[in-house]
């Protein structure tokens, strides 16, 4: 069955740096969308950024643009969200998606950034 396991959450503080990275397994990776989702409680899920199956286009939450990097590597069937000079407002439970001829979720990693 499909799988997508999201790693690389924690606690950093405001302006610090972190590396999410997203498995894929159970689906030819090549041929999806991958794209980083997030929901703060009491919120609704927003999309963070999303990279095409070959990497040659990628788009970002404004609010995020200029601090973090989707990248994605086919041979490693991985999708990689790199997030800097990390803010309060970035705290939130990050999922990973796979989009294409379905749709699958991971099951997300929490980000908490404060003092």
């Known amino acids: 069955q499909v799988q997508l396991v999201e790693s690389g959450g924690g606690l950093v503080q405001p302006g610090g740096s972190l590396r999410l990275s997203c498995a894929a397994s159970?689906?030819?990776?090549?041929?999806?969308?991958m794209s980083w989702h997030r929901q703060a409680p009491g919120k609704e899920r927003e999309l963070v950024a999303i990279?095409?199956?070959?990497?040659?286009?990628?788009n970002y939450l404004d609010s995020v643009k200029g601090r973090f990097t989707i990248s994605r590597d086919n041979a490693k069937n991985t999708v990689y969200l790199q997030m800097n000079s990390l803010k309060p407002e970035d705290t939130a439970v990050y999922y990973c998606?796979?989009?294409?001829?379905?749709?699958?979720w991971g099951q997300g990693t929490q980000v908490t950034v404060s003092s």
């Open positions: 998606r796979a989009a294409g001829l379905n749709t699958y």
């Open positions: 990279v095409s199956s070959t990497s040659r286009t990628s």
């Open positions: 159970g689906l030819t990776f090549s041929n999806y969308a």
